[in-house]
């Protein structure tokens, strides 16, 4: 190895330097011996050092107690109501392989507004079948379960997924799309690096995080993911649902939806639409989602979204147009900026203007 002999060359130059010469064979000799020792202890070290950072053997805290999280900051700027500075989540993660990567676990609490978020132990044994048990993402729509703060585009989520997928609730629960419960979910069909057929099918509480059921009724939640190419994605998404509202303790409010995106590259494309029906109440909207990621790590961005809370009545529709860049100059750093037109067929109501800005520390 070229390694091996440029350091017996710096060996045998000090030892020459030294006052080791000729005269002295069996210490010059000793002193390699010693050297080559040494370079045989350096290389296994190096080989132990490569296998671990191509997948070979984890440390304790690698694969058993792995710590991460991220604080967002920002400021808002809307024309008729708000100028403020904002801290919008400051999360503190701990995750882990329990048994042979079969059974792990996950813990997730929010400082900004504290509270836990995610706590659940999940059993894996095959691709096909997984149990989750706990408190998650309620697995409904795909931005919900697929996108993280961290890997939306947008600052903020899409008007329909916050008004019926437990962000903000038009029935009154606000738990960041998650709830307590009971899941089974799995794959099909595995092709090069992804599968070509996934489900979720879940049983939980219906009264948000951190909280018991409050009624009898339990939220029953199917969706059902094809992806026929790998970039290709189709979604459908069903929820039965009763939550006590006003006097009522079993008002209905149920959910389904589909959506579709196409993510390349260069390119991605999404786009989702959620009815729901609440308390007698319909409601729908749908957005689109659209960006051109450039050769630096910075991505332009647009949207278009309407959400309708009460299709039967006029004057409870929004529609917001939208545009964004992502930018993320370093690993660890990422920064948003947006600016929202939002319009309501409200005629009491002006349409108004806003700006978002963020930045995610990541750790």
Not at 86 to 98: C, W
Not at 104 to 117: G, H, M, N, R, T
Not at 250 to 258: D, K, M
Request: proline share 3%; net charge neutral; with cysteine.
């Amino acid at each position: 190895m070229k390694i091996k002999h440029l350091c017996i060359a710096a060996a045998l130059s000090a030892a020459a330097l030294t006052g080791v010469n000729a005269q002295q064979p069996e210490s010059l000799q000793a002193q390699i011996e010693s050297l080559n020792a040494r370079i045989a202890s350096l290389e296994t070290d190096l080989a132990e050092s490569r296998g671990k950072a191509d997948g070979g053997a984890k440390s304790f805290f690698d694969e058993h107690l792995r710590i991460s999280g991220y604080v967002q900051v920002g400021y808002e700027w809307t024309e008729d109501t708000a100028s403020t500075f904002f801290l919008k989540r400051a999360r503190f993660k701990v995750d882990g392989d329990l048994w042979r990567d079969k059974l792990d676990y996950c813990l997730q609490i929010e400082f900004a507004s504290p509270k836990v978020v995610d706590a659940y132990v999940r059993f894996k044994p095959m691709a096909q079948v997984n149990a989750q048990l706990g408190q998650f993402k309620i697995p409904f729509s795909i931005e919900n379960t697929e996108y993280a703060p961290l890997r939306a585009e947008f600052i903020e989520y899409p008007l329909a997924l916050r008004k019926l997928v437990r962000m903000d609730d038009v029935c009154g629960i606000s738990s960041t799309g998650r709830d307590i419960g009971a899941q089974l979910y799995g794959s099909f069909f595995e092709q090069e690096g992804y599968h070509i057929l996934n489900y979720s099918v879940a049983v939980m509480n219906g009264s948000g995080i951190n909280k018991l059921d409050d009624n009898k009724s339990k939220d029953l939640i199917g969706r059902v993911m094809l992806r026929p190419i790998k970039n290709l994605l189709v979604s459908g998404s069903y929820m039965w649902s009763e939550v006590p509202i006003g006097d009522n303790p079993y008002a209905e409010a149920s959910r389904w939806g589909v959506g579709a995106e196409y993510d390349c590259p260069r390119f991605v494309a999404r786009s989702e639409y959620v009815v729901g029906r609440t308390a007698g109440i319909d409601s729908h909207g749908a957005y689109v989602t659209a960006g051109y990621k450039f050769d630096a790590p910075f991505v332009a961005l647009a949207r278009w979204e309407f959400f309708d809370e009460n299709k039967a009545v006029h004057g409870y529709r929004q529609t917001n147009y939208a545009v964004g860049v992502d930018y993320r100059p370093l690993k660890y750093l990422r920064m948003q900026l947006n600016y929202t037109y939002a319009v309501y067929s409200d005629e009491s109501r002006h349409n108004i203007s806003g700006i978002n800005f963020m930045l995610s520390g990541i750790f």
